[in-house]
């Protein structure tokens, strides 16, 4: 089966309004970020690429590290962020020189781009991707599917 972008869209708006729920990744049930990155993998492609490791909310502030980047880079397809379209996996640093450690889906192109993502206090949301999130984009990436 092809996977097309428009499916990994659909998916991901299947999550909207799932509570959040750090490290977990069941639809309508709850979910993080990751989670809900994870969910739409298997919806979409099938098994977790790998295990994913339990890890703390401030993921590796403390050490620097950028696991998240590094797993996306191991599992998806990085692609040039300026050239964003639907289903597009981006990866956003939330602080100044802290790391890499929230992912949304982009939802819509155009004049008003959107995003889906899993947002501590508000769960699964669609938002615009307005400036202040734009500057946090560090990469983008596509799903490791045929129609990139």
């Known amino acids: 089966m092809m996977v097309t972008r428009q499916?990994?869209?659909h998916e991901a708006r299947d999550w909207l309004g799932t509570p959040y729920v750090h490290q977990a990744s069941?639809?309508?049930a709850g979910t993080d970020c990751l989670g809900l990155l994870r969910g739409v993998w298997r919806a979409v492609i099938g098994?977790?690429?790998?295990p994913v490791p339990v890890y703390s909310k401030d993921w590796s502030e403390p050490q620097g590290e950028e696991r998240?980047?590094?797993a996306a880079r191991r599992?998806?397809?990085e692609r040039d962020a300026s050239n964003l379209a639907e289903g597009c996996v981006l990866l956003f640093r939330m602080r100044d020189r802290g790391v890499a450690k929230h992912v949304g889906i982009v939802s819509e192109i155009g004049s008003v781009p959107r995003f889906i993502h899993a947002y501590s206090g508000h769960g699964v949301v669609e938002n615009?991707?307005?400036d202040p999130w734009r500057r946090r984009v560090v990469a983008c990436f596509d799903f490791p599917?045929?129609?990139n």
């Open 145 to 147: 599917v045929e129609d």
């Open 68 to 70: 998240m980047w590094a």
């Open 128 to 130: 615009a991707l307005s």
């Open 75 to 77: 599992n998806l397809v």
């Open 7 to 9: 499916d990994i869209v």
């Open 47 to 50: 098994a977790e690429p790998e």
């Open 26 to 28: 069941v639809k309508g």
